[in-house]
């Protein structure tokens, strides 16, 4: 008697144990405990970001405005293996009932938790007419569809009716209708949110405002409240030779350079600046330090941090250079800064080159892979994992 | 309506090749077919046995479930095994005796898809294990070619009354998502009867649209709208009193994703005298809402006014001097306009503002004509940039 009861209470044990471990994924989360339930309506799925406990952050350049979204997506997931899809546009094309011209994948990003892949995507023809590398996928159009990739290869729709969400609007956007200087039918309204970034209860968030200096970066604190700054950003461009003010940032990651908070951020034509969060206050115009001139004729897409043998590295995509490693040592103890136009191709800190050319998306997988979205020669857009260690 | 419908009724009736016995509208055999819905083109399996329609309703599928049973693929064939082709996204409902699939977006305009109906994964999933023994054909079919991929639509043309006067200044046409660049005047046209109104409008060849895209504004030639001017004493004016026309927004005007309107647009109206009377502000009935409330501040005009107009040149200040914020709402034919303020109101005394470049329907602003008769002694009245009314709010709550 006394063994089944034994055995019995050992079943119900481990019932508990595999329940609870279960459950856990799907805590609430503190961050979210003043989010509605509801269906955002979001205009456009610009930027897509993570903030803590697997919360998804979906910047919205047309509305101009912020979605923190509670998908309950924290299953924690520790394997780190590799992801492969191939031909990814085709597959999301069978499923939205077209062809694989007519996808767009706007923006990718992994949940570090569940290791989910999310895809902002378009459904429609403009792609077929992509025909210059200074073409980002938010000029071509608003991506409204939100798809999830598993570890294991499936693609899903995550329909944003019904669920856990909290909104925030940015004080001062561009004008919608201002138009770009030389994208021609472009309006700059499309880069109100070019970057976004969690980092320490706070939303970093780049773009452009209405203000006579249009680069402006964001601080939104999250949880959501009205207490949005704005800074205004300026930079001298190396390979143009002048001080700009209207271009937005394009990537953008917080880092400690000599115990100091900076975002070091990146540029169209390429130049690396870095930011001292100390001094992005509210209502004021800040002047960054150009760092780095990476190259004209470029635009870096995105920027990861990761470690090697112990070490922090930056990793830079780019739609018309291959990847770049940086050194944020090197950042750190550089002590000069570009005044002046460059001569050559490059100045500033130095990086190093790694293959990988037409890589359209990428953010790290986990601690041993960076995922990356890359063009082929065939015109396919597959999905790869690099070893983190190849860089 | 009807007439839209027409092809995919003919399609319902020869679309389906496939490869099954008894395809005809009059089989009793269970098949796929392709049937007009509300939105577009659908898929039905009809003439199920209704024990399984059954037993599927009571085992709860979730999506994944019925697209491994019912899968609709893209193409001619029915792809191979382990091929990187999913079954496309949709919704599926059981719907009388049938089930209907919905796709998520609409089948695209000659493009090839493919269904199937595969009993066996179906009784695998059944929860209460029963068998049927079942031969659906899978169907091939081509989307229709009227199909449209846009659900953009006229949303809203103002004025919204179907009786305009002859000296009628613009027309805002609202459109639900952002439109393609070009020129609008191609797709927009003012017919009176069967023949088209000449040049009724100013043609700016990029149109004048809001920053969005979603607003465009048109104005009529302000040159024939005004009388002894050289074209209104050529060609008259645009719009004759007693008469009835039709402004059509032609559904071959693209969207910013490139698509055609779901549907042409039309809006009838009849024309009454000119109207050559300013809006006239004591004339305008305000009605106060209670302290302590949120409901809406309501202001009643002599007139329908330009709705972009009155959507802009009002506002409430509250006893401080600053301005009240809230939701505003021009409505019933462009004469009512609402503030529903984001909080309670407070006892005291507001002010509303209104700037003086408010216009009515034909133009006429606050104390200023749209036409003014230079040949009269032009006694230019002060015009103030701004009307103020003051208004209480009690404890108690009245205007």
Redesign the interface.
């Known amino acids: 008697m006394k063994r089944f009861i034994l055995f019995g209470l050992l079943i119900v044990g481990f019932a508990a144990l595999a329940g609870w471990a279960r459950t856990v994924g799907s805590l609430p989360s503190p961050l979210a405990r003043d989010f509605t339930t509801g269906t955002p309506s979001v205009k456009s799925m610009s930027v897509l970001a993570f903030a803590p406990d697997g919360i998804l952050l979906i910047g919205d350049s ?1 509305d101009a405005a912020i979605y923190a979204v509670d998908l309950n997506d924290r299953t924690v997931r520790s394997q780190k293996e590799a992801l492969r ?3 990814l546009e ?2 999301i ?7 694989s011209e ?1 996808v767009l994948v706007h923006d990718l990003a992994v949940n570090p938790i569940s290791q989910n892949v999310y895809l902002s995507v ?5 792609r077929a007419h992509w025909d210059s590398r200074f073409t980002l996928p938010n000029d071509l ?1 608003d991506a409204q569809i939100l798809l999830k990739i598993t570890p294991d290869g499936e ?3 995550v329909p944003l009716q019904g669920v856990k969400y909290a909104r925030a609007i940015l004080p001062n956007p561009i ?3 201002k138009k770009h200087r030389w994208k021609k ?1 472009i ?1 700059l ?1 499309v880069d109100t949110i070019t970057d976004l970034v969690y980092h320490e209860n706070k939303i970093y968030v780049a773009g452009l405002s209405n203000e006579e200096f249009a680069s402006t970066m964001w601080q939104v604190p999250f949880p959501f409240t009205e207490d949005i700054s704005a800074t205004t950003v300026e930079i001298f461009h190396g390979a143009h030779g002048r001080y700009e003010t209207k271009a937005p940032i394009r990537t953008f990651l917080p880092y400690q350079l000599n115990h100091e908070e900076y975002l070091l951020a990146a540029y169209l034509c390429t130049p690396l600046v870095t930011l001292p969060v100390s001094k992005l206050e509210n209502g004021q115009h800040l002047m960054g330090k150009t760092v780095g001139e990476f190259g004209s004729g470029n635009y870096p897409l995105d920027m990861v941090r990761y470690q090697k043998n112990g070490k922090d590295y930056i990793l830079i995509s780019n739609s018309n250079l291959p990847f770049m490693v940086v050194d944020p040592d090197d950042i750190a103890s550089y002590g000069g800064s570009i005044t002046e136009e460059v001569e050559g191709y490059t100045a500033g800190v130095p990086y190093s080159v790694r293959s990988g050319t037409g890589i359209e998306q990428m953010d790290l997988l986990n601690a041993d892979y960076l995922l990356a979205l890359q063009r082929m020669p065939s015109g396919k857009l597959n999905m790869f994992s690099y070893p983190l260690a190849r860089f | 309506m009807v007439l839209q419908f027409f092809p995919l009724v003919l399609l319902y009736f020869f679309a389906a090749f496939g490869t099954g016995p008894e395809q005809g509208p009059f089989s009793t055999q269970p098949r796929i077919v392709v049937a007009a819905g509300p939105r577009g083109v659908v898929l039905e399996v009809r003439q199920l046995p209704a024990g399984l329609l059954e037993s599927i309703k009571r085992t709860r599928l979730n ?1 994944r479930q019925w697209r491994r049973f019912f899968p ?3 193409g001619h064939l029915l792809p191979e095994e382990n091929t ?7 919704s599926y409902t059981i719907d009388g005796g049938l089930i209907k699939f919905v ?6 305009a000659g ?1 090839a ?1 493919t269904a199937t109906f595969r009993t066996s994964e179906l009784i695998k999933i059944l929860a209460d294990k029963t068998t049927f023994d079942l031969d659906v054909a899978p169907l091939s079919f081509e989307a229709p070619a009227r199909e449209h991929l846009s659900t953009t639509t006229v949303e809203a043309v103002y004025p919204s009354s179907d009786i305009v006067h002859a000296n009628l200044l613009k027309f805002y046409i609202f459109f639900s998502s952002p439109m393609a ?1 070009g020129n609008p005047h191609e797709f927009i046209h003012l017919y009176k009867g069967k023949e088209k109104v000449a040049l009724p409008f100013v043609e700016v060849k990029t149109g004048l ?4 895209g979603q607003r465009l504004t048109l104005f009529f030639h302000p040159g024939r709208l005004k009388r002894e001017v050289g074209p209104n004493l050529a060609l008259g004016p645009i719009l004759r009193a007693g008469g009835t026309y039709r402004l059509v927004v032609n559904s071959a005007m693209r969207d ?3 698509n055609p309107l779901a549907e042409t647009f039309e809006k009838e109206f009849r024309v009454v005298a000119a109207d050559r009377e300013s809006p006239e502000v004591d004339a305008w009935r305000f009605v106060s809402p209670a302290a302590g409330t949120r409901a809406p501040l309501q202001i009643q005009f002599d007139e329908a006014l330009d709705q972009a107009l009155a959507l802009r040149f009002l506002t409430v200040l509250d006893p401080h001097g600053d301005l009240v914020d809230g939701e505003v709402h021009v409505g019933s034919g462009e004469t009512v306009w609402r503030l529903a303020p984001t909080a309670p109101w407070t006892a005291g005394e507001y002010k509303i503002q209104i700037n003086s470049n408010i216009e009515d329907l034909a133009g006429n602003r606050l104390g200023q004509l749209f036409e003014a008769n230079l040949t009269r002694e032009m006694k230019p009245a002060a015009i103030q940039p701004f009307v103020t009314k003051t208004f209480r709010i009690g404890p108690g709550g009245k205007s």
């Open positions: 047309e899809l191939m031909d085709g597959q094309a069978s499923l939205l009932g077209t062809t007519s378009s459904r429609t023809n403009a159009g693609i899903d729709e004008e919608a209708s039918g309006r309204r | 999506s609709v693929f893209t990187n082709k999913h079954a496309m996204l949709g796709p998520r977006f609409p089948f695209q493009m898809y660049e649209w809001d920053g969005k910013r994703s490139g």
